[in-house]
Structure formats: C-alpha cells, structure tokens
C-alpha cells in the first residue's frame, strides 16, 4: 500500500490511548478515517488480533470521548496487502465539539484536523463551535466547565419547595439534550465565572475610592451579597416634623433591588466581564454589559415592552419569586420614587445599559454642607451660628431650623439670584439647565436658588421633571 497521511487519513501502526484524539478531531472536522497496523510511511504491517484492537478501541471511545461520540464511529477489521487492519472510519458530528472527558472543554481535550495532522483548539475556537451547533443563545450552550456544584441554588431551590434532582435540571434547561450542564447551569452553579464588582466613591467621581469589593459564586448567592452591601450603604436620613421624626432612606429599597434584579436578569453573558455597581454621593449606577436586547429601543422599555435575553434565568427567577413578570422592573423603580424632582435614569450605548438611582436626601445633604461653608464666612454680616455672629443667607433662611437658626424675614437678593431674574425676564422663562450653565454651577445649588425665588414669589414654576420651567 502506497499512501500518506493527509487532512482525512491517519496511520496508526499499532494501537495506542491517544487514537481517540485522532477520533475526535475528525469528528469536529469534515471527517476521516485512522488505520491501525499501517506504518506512517504507508507500508502495512498487520495487527495480530484485530478483534481484541477492535474492543479496545470502540471502549476508549465509549469510556473517554464527550459527548457520544459512536453514532458517528464505525470500526471493522480489513485487509490491506494480505494483512489485517483495523479501520476506524468516523463522520462529522452534529454535537460539536467533541472532548477528551478527562481534560474537558479545553485546548488540550478539543482537536480538529489540521492537514496531516490533530491540532488543539483555542477557548474561542470552542465557543464558536458550540454557537455553530447549539445556536445563538448562551444559556443554552453547553458550559466549558463541566465539574459544577449546585450547594447554593439545592438549598434556595428547597427553600422555595421546589424539589432538585436530575429531572428537575432538564425541566429548567441546566441539562442540555446531550446530558451535560448549560450555561445557565454554569450561572447558577458554585463554579460560576461571572462576578459583581462594587466600588464606594468619596464624592461625585472617581477621584477617591472608599471601599471596593467582588462578590463570586453561583449568581444567587451574589444577588444576596451584593444587595446586603448595599442595604448597607443606603443611609437614612432623620428630619422632623413637629414632635414626630421622620427617617427616610437614601434610596427606595423596591428601586434598589429592581436595578439589581434588572442588572443581573437582561445581561449579555456571553461577553466576558463583571456586574458592575458604582455607589457615589449622590448616586447608584448599575452597569450591565450587552446593551438592550436585538430589535428593542430605550423608548420601547418605557412604553412597557419587554424581551428577555435570558428567558431561562428569568423563569427560575420567577420560581423562585425573586422578580414578578417580564417588562415591570423599570416602572417599579419609577413608582418608588414618587413626586421626588430627581428620577431614576436610564441610558443605553452599544453592548452597555446602565440604570441611575439618584440619592433622595442629596439636597439637604448638600444644603447642611453649603449652610457650614456659607456661615464660617465673614462677609457676611448679621446671624450668629455656634456663638459666631449671624449672617443673612438665602440658605440660613431655607435650612436655618436645621442647625438651630430661625428663619428671619426677607433677605436682600443676591447677585445669583439677581443674574437668573434678569435672565428669565429678557427671555420669559427660565429652566434649571440654563441656570446652571448661567451661574456655573451644579444642579442642586441652581434647584435650591430657583426654589427659593419661587418661595419668596419673584417666580413661578410650572411643567414637572426637566420641562419644568420659572417664569418672573
């Protein structure tokens, strides 16, 4: 016999473990053929017991090679130059890739056909040759990883009454159809890959860290975790009514914990990355990696439409009563803040979604600060705070009963204020954006200015949210 080996033949002079990475590289090629009892130069020479080589083989296969790989194999004995040989004749397979069992879905357990030769694939060779056979969807794809643990989802499961067993993994898609774990099994299990990383800032930016931190495992354990650090975080706030004390939250917990749902729900795991969580003065923002889902508009969400992108985490969120139906989270979070003058905000660029808790008790936070700078300066005559004397300040007058200070009577106008007058007279009206570009200066401190124009009835607003305009 005069032949070489090429992109679908592979000589073999005797057996030996290793065929079975010759097997699975034709399977997640185009197919081929290995002869044992050739030598590689093409001569044959035989095997002495085709029938023990036989059973050796279609064992190793059986035993070693992940998925199933024999509806694909056919070994027989032939003969070739009077002698026999052991031909292993194997045709593409339809659930690649195809793996040594021991090394996993890994470099050194996928082979393809590379000319003469069985090459190792790379980790994004396998990914695309998992999407190839199973589909765009990530949940259902088969898990790199293998070697999962389900302690966390068997306790939540159980917890909820709901029973975990084999049958109930099929039934929620953590076993795809060739009997191994999914992606989404992968999500839930102990091993999961995905993390959430949270950061406290000092301030409004990322200037100065306060504290950082990175919650792993099964997402159901970090959904806990996380949302108790930021149980932590979320201040209250006392103020008084009367006699009766008043304390509210920094954030509504119900907003709270929608944007968390909301962020580990509609992700885009397929992309590498963590959840990642930003906790500043002012504010929460919940980066989610993936964007909004193919087909879908950021107007469309508000209009109340909703396509999950992971409908098989989504219903054991379900089961589990951690989220309620599809497409309600961003209008609950709206709801939990009510007539406040800051809303949650939602914004959208490509492969990012991001949702924005602004921080209720911000304003008086920033006013009680503005009041201790205002009022340790000695420009300005006429109040006395903590034995210094006391000075006229719009913000004494506003904020005033907080620090001890009574409110007096009617101040003179400062220049700011003077500025925004003259503004909204020459063109009608005024709006607290261009306020903030007229005295340059933030949000909160032109909203306090207006405020107090209007309390003192130099204006009058009309219109809600960023419509809201002051006219003289």
């Not at 939990?336 to 008086?364: H, S, W």
């Amino acid at each position: 016999m005069e032949a070489f080996e090429n992109q679908n033949t592979e000589f073999k002079q005797e057996y030996v473990p290793g065929i079975r990475k010759e097997v699975i590289a034709f399977a997640n090629s185009d197919g081929g053929t290995v002869l044992i009892g050739v030598r590689r130069d093409g001569t044959v020479a035989g095997v002495q017991d085709p029938d023990a080589v036989m059973v050796q083989a279609a064992n190793s296969l059986k035993d070693s090679v992940a998925p199933d790989i024999m509806p694909f194999v056919s070994i027989r004995a032939v003969e070739m130059d009077g002698r026999p040989v052991v031909e292993i004749q194997t045709a593409p397979g339809t659930n690649r890739p195809y793996y040594i069992r021991e090394k996993g879905l890994r470099p050194n357990g996928v082979y393809v056909r590379k000319g003469s030769s069985s090459q190792p694939v790379t980790d994004e060779g396998i990914r695309e040759m998992i999407i190839q056979t199973s589909g765009r969807s990530f949940e259902t794809m088969r898990s790199l990883n293998q070697e999962l643990t389900f302690h966390t989802l068997e306790s939540e499961l159980q917890r909820h009454g709901i029973s975990f067993g084999e049958e109930q993994m099929r039934t929620l898609r953590l076993l795809g159809e060739d009997g191994l774990y999914t992606n989404l099994a992968m999500l839930l299990s102990d091993q999961c890959e995905i993390s959430t990383k949270m950061a406290v800032f000092q301030g409004k930016d990322k200037s100065v860290f306060r504290d950082r931190k990175e919650f792993t495992g099964s997402i159901l354990q970090q959904l806990e975790e996380v949302y108790a650090f930021l149980d932590l975080n979320n201040k209250t706030k006392a103020s008084f009514r009367g006699l009766s004390r008043i304390d509210r939250r920094d954030y509504p917990e119900e907003a709270l914990r929608e944007a968390l749902l909301n962020s580990m729900v509609h992700r885009d795991y397929s992309f590498s990355g963590s959840n990642l969580i930003n906790i500043y003065d002012d504010r929460i923002e919940f980066v989610s990696i993936g964007g909004l889902v193919s087909g879908l508009e950021l107007k469309s969400i508000f209009l109340g439409a909703s396509r999950s992108r992971n409908p098989n985490l989504a219903a054991i969120f379900y089961r589990m009563s951690l989220i309620e139906s599809y497409g309600t989270g961003i209008g609950k979070m709206m709801r939990a803040y009510g007539a406040e003058e800051k809303l949650p905000e939602i914004e959208t660029a490509q492969g990012v979604f991001r949702v924005t808790l602004p921080n209720r008790n911000e304003r008086e936070n920033e006013a009680g600060q503005y009041l201790r700078e205002r009022l340790r300066e000695s420009e300005i005559p006429g109040f006395h705070y903590l034995g210094e004397p006391r000075r006229k300040d719009p913000y004494v007058r506003e904020y005033g009963n907080a620090y001890g200070e009574e409110k007096s009577g009617k101040v003179d106008i400062s220049m700011e204020e003077q500025k925004i007058l003259n503004y909204a007279g020459d063109h009608g009206c005024i709006t607290r954006k261009e306020a903030e570009n007229l005295l340059s200066c933030g949000t909160t401190k032109a909203y306090h200015i207006l405020q107090r124009l209007c309390a003192e009835g130099r204006l009058t607003a009309g219109g809600n949210g960023r419509l809201r305009t002051y006219r003289p």
